[in-house]
């Protein structure tokens, strides 16, 4: 209450500035628990109910939303792959708040930290965030993201594994591998799907981003073939059949 300015908790912790201020209160009152914890206790009062009595009086919108919430999107979704996090513990841990606004940026420049992540949560608000679950069960040796301008393809991994390509505000394609360099030379060359290479072709790659998820090299071929259709059913990339 001493530091919210009217706002609601959510805006206290995903506001980079207002946070500063109530974890040094919490501090100065003597409350010992991490960062991370504290907010966390902030988040579970909220939804536990124990904060009516709290009114916020200003109300958090942006109506550039539109223009970013894409980045913020695969940001989120590409944390909770890497690290097997929720949304939840990305927004309150500050550490790994900041590695989610380096990669939402990264894609889309040119907005503030809050702005990132306020669209995270409305993404979850308006169930765009529902969970991959096979994703979950099994879990990737190795997660990357990156400019595929600033790619090696020497570089990249010879595993097994799935790979998704990003470009201007929409996923462009996801596709599973037995050697994802392999398969990767061969789309930054000239492309197994003649949609995805005449969109390179046109648009360049200035604005692609690959995220490339590596596979235990125990996994199936039918294992790794449902784990890309859940992600082609869940994030409707354009250049892809959707399968049911």
């Known amino acids: 209450m001493a530091i919210s300015d009217g706002f609601s908790p959510d805006r206290v912790v995903t506001d980079p500035e207002l946070n500063a201020r109530f974890l040094k209160l919490c501090s100065e009152l003597n409350a010992l628990e991490e960062p991370q914890l504290c907010n966390r206790i902030l988040i579970n009062a909220r939804k536990a109910g124990l904060l009516k009595g709290i009114r916020c009086t200003k109300r958090t919108s942006f109506s550039s939303e539109g223009e970013y919430r894409y980045a913020s999107e695969i940001a989120i979704r590409h944390l909770e792959r890497k690290l097997d996090v929720t949304l939840d513990d990305l927004i309150c841990d500050p550490s790994l708040a900041i590695e989610f606004d380096h990669i939402a940026v990264s894609i889309c420049p040119g907005f503030s930290v809050l702005e990132y992540r306020w669209a995270a949560l409305n993404l979850r608000k308006s169930s765009r965030l529902k969970p991959e679950l096979l994703s979950h069960v099994i879990r990737p040796t190795g997660v990357s993201f990156g400019s595929v301008n600033e790619l090696s393809v020497t ?32 789309h930054l060359d000239h492309s197994d799907n003649r949609e995805l290479a005449r969109w390179f072709w046109e648009n360049g790659f200035r604005n692609v981003h690959l995220e490339i998820q590596e596979l235990p090299s125990e996994t199936s071929t039918k294992i790794r073939r449902a784990l890309e259709s859940e992600l082609i059913n869940s994030r409707h990339p354009i250049f892809n059949v959707r399968r049911l």
């Open 155 to 186: 570089e990249l991994p010879s595993s097994q594994g799935l790979y998704l390509f990003y470009g201007g505000k929409q996923t462009l394609y996801i596709g599973e591998a037995q050697s994802l360099r392999r398969r990767i030379e061969k």
